[in-house]
């Protein structure tokens, strides 16, 4: 007989803790559909690992973040999917297709960034790749390849 994982396994929240670590946050994961992303702007927001990602039609490119504003880290995209310019609704934060900051309402009044730290000012990006309809995203720093 097959011992199987002792019953503690399915519900302590260490285990699931290393779950996340070691399998959700190092593999691939399938994130949704590309049909969901055809227009630019078009986006979809998804949890994984217990991380909140991000992946948008910017420019033409699909793209995976961080779903978090790096100003007060509220999330960028509140929806599970739609269409809507990668844009804060906090204080309007903008960014650009590499998730670089684009623009702050008032920056010139109210933070007076040194540009060596606006620079810093971006979201973090995730591997993402597209095979046929399907979307996955890989939120290891150094994924393997999805091959
Ligand atoms: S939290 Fe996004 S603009 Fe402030």
């Known amino acids: 007989m097959y011992p199987g994982l002792p019953q503690r396994d399915y519900i302590d929240p260490a285990v699931f803790a290393q779950e996340q ?5 190092r593999l ?3 994130a949704g559909l590309r049909t969901l992303l055809a227009e630019p702007d078009s986006f979809l927001t998804r949890t ?7 992946v948008q039609n910017l420019e033409g490119c699909i793209k ?13 995209q509140t929806e599970a999917y739609g269409s809507r310019k990668l844009v804060c609704g906090y204080y309007g934060w903008s960014f650009d297709a590499e998730g670089r ?17 606006r620079e ?3 979201l973090d990006e995730f591997a993402v790749e ?15 390849p999805i091959e």
């Open 28 to 30: 691939w994961i399938f």
């Open 130 to 144: 597209c095979i046929g309809n399907l979307v996955f995203v890989n939120l290891d720093p150094t994924p393997l």
């Open 21 to 25: 670590a070691r399998i959700f946050r």
């Open 101 to 117: 900051v684009r623009g702050i309402p008032g920056e010139d009044r109210l933070y007076h960034y040194p540009t060596a730290d």
């Open 48 to 54: 994984i690992g217990g991380v909140p990602v991000l």
């Open 64 to 76: 995976a973040f961080r779903n978090q504003c790096p100003h007060r880290q509220a999330p960028l």
């Open 120 to 122: 810093r000012l971006c």
